[in-house]
């Protein structure tokens, strides 16, 4: 889609309208009636609100969920009808991609060119992928003896609850929303309450597009309305994306109730090795440019912590900041601007007190470290790189989620994998090098779900995204996510005379 700086404009101007809570493909005002306002971290404005529920909310989402399965009339449903319905919303996603990234750039910030290809087009790109497996998982039958029929059936789990980041709200939550649904569960949401609208929207979407009432429900508000969901005995899975912090709490919430399975996938302090075999040294430089300072830094797989081989790390890193300095951070609805805003006030806060904390450590700046555009009222933040981080540093330890690269050299390769390795994450990785034993030996040194070579984000749908260590358990993507959302059921039955 060939954006329009015209369009945009028309739709960043609408008024939107107060939001409720969406249950059994309607809107449901909380008991409490209390609201949440909705901040645009573009200029600091209040230009919404959202429901701000409470347990008895979350409680009367689940009870509709759990009794629209315990019908049927999704889970039952003939796989090819459940297919065409997702098709169906996947396509109403598509025709109404620009209206959904406008609406969710000014709730959380995403610069448009990457908002309304990461967002809305992604979206329906993920519920096509699951819409279209839905008819191709099959059962299985065992080799047992000749007296006996072994049969194993995947069914659906039952209701699932899903607590999303306001990152990538459409992506992140499609990846687990559609094979959730095309495996035949119940689903309620909860969207960070920094970035509700544009899931609320999409949801609305898929009623329309005739998903059975119950079947997808959204309920908004803060911290509490996440708990009473993890909590809930008629929840069967929890699959969430965010903090560690938060992850560890979900756990104990299902060992207080009903042992509900969670799937997470947490934060990461991803390395970014660049040995000086690298076959194109200026796009490593880019593209580390743009796998830590895209959308602010606010992405789960950002390479924020480069390692790079003592022969070329000084030249390496003027290189790197050449590439942010060529970035063009502000609003992000403008088509001129390259980088936005970060999502909100307190990832701002934390990220300038992360720079403040790296400089009294010992870290060497090399470029950016103060905050942007401060008389607009938005919350826009300099590309920042230090060098010369050490282990112990708090930089080089915890996950910033902002525009910070943390820099630092080895001599060889056994150094540059301990280096890797050294932290509680093992989300993602990234290697640069024309040797291709090195290579190889790269992907099994270090501890990560996804380890690229040669590139940054090359992967998609097909592909299965986890952590390792404490970046979380289960996998988003491919058909390997329809195994957080299935129950295996054995069947033994004696057709022996």
């Avoid at 109404?96 to 969710?104: Q, S």
């Avoid at 929207?201 to 908004?220: H, M």
């Avoid at 540093?393 to 910033?400: A, L, N």
């Avoid at 988003?476 to 022996?496: E, T, V």
Wanted: proline share 4%.
């Amino acid at each position: 889609m060939k954006l329009n700086q015209k369009n945009i404009d028309i739709l960043r101007s609408k008024l939107v309208p107060k939001q409720s809570n969406f249950i059994g493909n309607k809107d449901f005002t909380p008991l409490s009636e209390k609201v949440l306002e909705v901040i645009s971290p573009i200029d600091g404005k209040v230009f919404s609100t959202i429901a701000a529920s409470e347990t008895e909310d979350v409680d009367h989402a689940v009870t509709f969920a759990r009794k629209t399965f315990n019908s049927g009339v999704w889970a039952n449903m003939p796989p090819k009808e459940r297919k065409v319905i997702l098709l169906k919303w996947a396509d109403l996603i598509e025709i109404n991609a620009l209206r959904i990234a406008v609406l969710g750039v000014r709730d959380n910030g995403t610069e448009i060119k990457m908002a309304i290809k990461g967002e809305p087009k992604t979206a329906a790109d993920v519920i096509r992928f699951y819409a279209e497996a839905i008819d191709k998982i099959n059962g299985e039958i065992t080799p047992t003896s000749h007296e006996v029929l072994s049969l194993i059936q995947k069914e659906p789990v039952g209701v699932v609850g899903i607590i999303l980041p306001w990152n990538f709200p459409l992506m992140v939550g499609t990846w687990k929303i559609a094979p959730a649904l095309a495996a035949g569960n119940s689903v309620v949401l909860k969207p960070s309450e920094n970035a509700s609208l544009s899931l609320i929207e999409i949801t609305k979407l898929a009623a329309e597009a005739g998903l059975p009432p119950g079947v997808l429900n959204v309920i908004t508000g803060e911290g509490h309305v996440g708990q009473a969901l993890a909590t809930h005995m008629e929840v069967d899975v929890i699959a969430f994306t965010g903090s560690g912090s938060i992850g560890r709490k979900l756990l104990e919430y299902s060992a207080r109730s009903n042992m509900k399975r969670v799937y997470l996938e947490l934060g990461g302090k991803s390395p970014n090795i660049v040995f000086a075999d690298a076959p194109d040294l200026d796009r490593a430089a880019r593209d580390t440019a743009q796998s830590i300072f895209r959308n602010s830094g606010q992405v789960c797989v950002s390479a924020s912590r480069l390692i790079i081989e003592e022969t070329i790390y000084e030249d390496f890193l003027n290189a790197v900041a050449q590439h942010a300095s060529s970035l063009v951070v502000g609003d992000p609805l403008n088509l001129k601007n390259t980088t936005g805003s970060m999502a909100n006030i307190n990832q701002l806060e934390k990220t300038i007190n992360a720079v403040v904390k790296a400089k009294e450590q010992g870290a060497r700046l090399v470029t950016g470290g103060k905050r942007l555009h401060h008389e607009s009222g938005g919350y826009y933040h300099e590309p920042t790189i230090f060098a010369d981080v050490k282990s112990e540093m708090d930089i080089s330890q915890q996950e910033i989620f902002g525009p910070v690269l943390a820099a630092r050299s080895f001599k060889s390769e056994e150094q540059a994998y301990n280096v890797a390795n050294e932290t509680i994450y093992g989300l993602s990785s990234v290697i640069w090098t024309s040797n291709l034993s090195r290579a190889h030996r790269s992907i099994k040194a270090i501890r990560s779900g996804t380890v690229q070579v040669n590139c940054y984000s090359g992967a998609d749908i097909t592909s299965p995204l986890g952590g390792h260590k404490q970046s979380g358990s289960g996998h988003d993507r491919s058909l390997y996510a329809f195994d957080k959302y299935i129950n295996l059921k054995s069947s033994w039955i004696n057709i022996g005379s």
